[in-house]
């Protein structure tokens, strides 16, 4: 559709818009999936998260986590914005490219590993988010590995840095995992809580985590308890 004059393809969105009525899930705006602008604030632009915890292994980010992104990646987790994948994954896909170079060199290249997200999230959503976003980028976890929870973690949007550890710590077990080298995937990073309790699963199964890939990076960063930017489960299961 690209390559059709620009007339026409707005003409043939707005008749879309009216058969599938549909906003924008960056901004709202009524008749686009997503508008130019939120699409435009979506470019990748991958890069190592600082100030995360000195246990937590090292991130690559490709967006932060505000505005638009933020609100698309809320409706598509939350919302049944399933469609909005097709937008978000290139940021993941651009993270784990940007690391694989220094993880893949030597040796047999790392595996893909997905953050697990509760069980009731899954009911409620129907689907993984973060697996689908991996798949929407043409990439594959690995399918001998996996992380999983082994207990109930509680909502981490409400708690601060040192709660949301406690919180975490000891929830994951990783089946598989012996004598593997895996990057870890996830939406968000905030405090690196969750990458460190999932990483701290790999190594006690007798694996190494080499590095991990976020599609965004929440900056605030949160001492006490406190409003937090939105649900992501890269803090939040």
């Known amino acids: 559709m690209s390559d059709l004059p620009s007339a026409l393809v707005a003409t043939v969105r707005d008749a879309l818009a009216v058969l599938l009525p549909v906003d924008c899930g960056g901004c709202g705006q009524p008749g686009l999936a997503l508008c130019p602008r939120c699409r ?7 890069a190592a998260v600082d100030g995360l915890p000195a246990e937590a292994p090292g991130v690559t980010a490709a967006l932060r986590y505000e505005g638009a992104v933020a609100a698309a990646l809320r409706r ?35 595996g893909l590993l997905v953050v697990p997200a509760s069980r009731p999230a899954l009911r409620r959503r129907g689907y993984a988010p973060v697996a689908r976003l ?3 980028a043409g990439l594959r976890a690995t399918s001998s590995t996996r992380l999983e929870l082994t207990r109930r973690v509680g909502d981490q949007a409400d708690l601060g840095r ?9 929830a994951m077990r990783a089946v598989g995992a012996r004598g593997g080298r895996f990057v870890l995937v996830d939406d968000v990073v905030t405090t690196g809580a969750t990458l460190t309790e999932a990483a701290r699963a790999v190594v006690a199964a007798g694996g190494q985590v080499v590095a991990a890939a976020c599609l965004a990076h929440a ?14 489960s890269a803090d939040d299961q």
Do not use: C, F
């Open 162 to 170: 040192e709660e949301r550890r406690a919180n975490v710590s000891g």
């Open 134 to 136: 991996l798949q929407s």
């Open 219 to 232: 900056e605030r960063r949160l001492q006490t308890t406190s409003e937090t930017p939105g649900h992501h």
């Open 40 to 46: 435009a604030s979506m470019t990748p632009q991958p």
């Open 76 to 110: 598509y987790k939350d919302a049944g914005r399933v469609d909005l994948a097709r937008a978000l994954a290139p940021a993941l896909r651009a993270s784990i490219v940007e690391l694989w170079p220094a993880v893949a060199a030597g040796g047999e290249p790392p």
